[in-house]
């Protein structure tokens, strides 16, 4: 399994994720997407199309991959917090995809009514125009994670394919980008999950 663990006070794991199965969810995306009910007003971010796909997600090629990757995370919450050993029974709480266009973001937020963990999986990235004046000026389209002092933040260049999992407490936000062509969008999935023993 290809992953790597990043402490910034609270874990973040990454995997990633064969290719065949992040196309196999796009095409399954798009024969659906006009269909599928607008996940936005439980969402932070102001991006308008965000669909929830919890209805399909377990018929697609890449759910067994991801219930491997749950898997392996709970397994290190358990090696790095020495807490009981923990379950493989998870809930889905809730599932959405979000096509971000240029000028759109996500702020910086947490999933605070949840007890559990969230993810993210990016599906397609556009070209992203690069004018800053200074490289460290750019984070264009980039994911964020405050760390745990509130005073920083680390930034993740999103690639097709990756996978990361976190604490939903764990503050994040994405950051608005101008594509080089029109209409180009920076897709990704993600989803809320908890024990299931913590669903009330």
């Not at 963990?117 to 389209?141: M, Q, Y």
């Not at 969008?185 to 993600?190: A, D, I, N, P, T």
Request: hydrophobic letters at 35%; glycine letters at 6%; aromatic letters at 12%.
């Amino acid at each position: 399994m290809n992953q790597k663990t990043y402490v910034f006070g609270k874990i973040l794991k990454k995997y990633q994720v064969p290719l065949d199965e992040v196309d196999d969810l796009n095409v399954r995306y798009e024969k659906r997407k006009q269909n599928l009910e607008w996940a936005g007003k439980k969402l932070a971010g102001r991006i308008e199309s965000e669909k929830q796909i919890l209805e399909f997600l377990g018929e697609t090629k890449i759910w067994p991959t991801l219930q491997n990757h749950i898997k392996d995370y709970l397994i290190s919450l358990n090696n790095f917090q020495l807490s009981s050993d923990p379950s493989p029974n998870v809930k889905l709480t809730n599932c959405w995809i979000n096509d971000m266009v240029s000028h759109e973001y996500n702020p910086p937020h947490t999933h605070y009514d949840l007890k559990g963990w969230s993810c993210v999986l990016f599906l397609k990235i556009p070209e992203i125009i690069n004018d800053a004046t200074s490289n460290h000026k750019f984070r264009d389209g980039q994911l964020g994670f405050t760390n745990i002092y509130g005073i920083g933040v680390e930034w993740i260049e999103p690639k097709i394919g990756d996978y990361y999992i976190f604490e939903a407490s764990h503050q994040h936000c994405v950051m608005p980008f101008k594509s080089a062509k029109k209409g180009d969008v920076r897709r990704s999935m993600s989803f809320n999950f908890c024990l299931e023993e913590d669903v009330k």
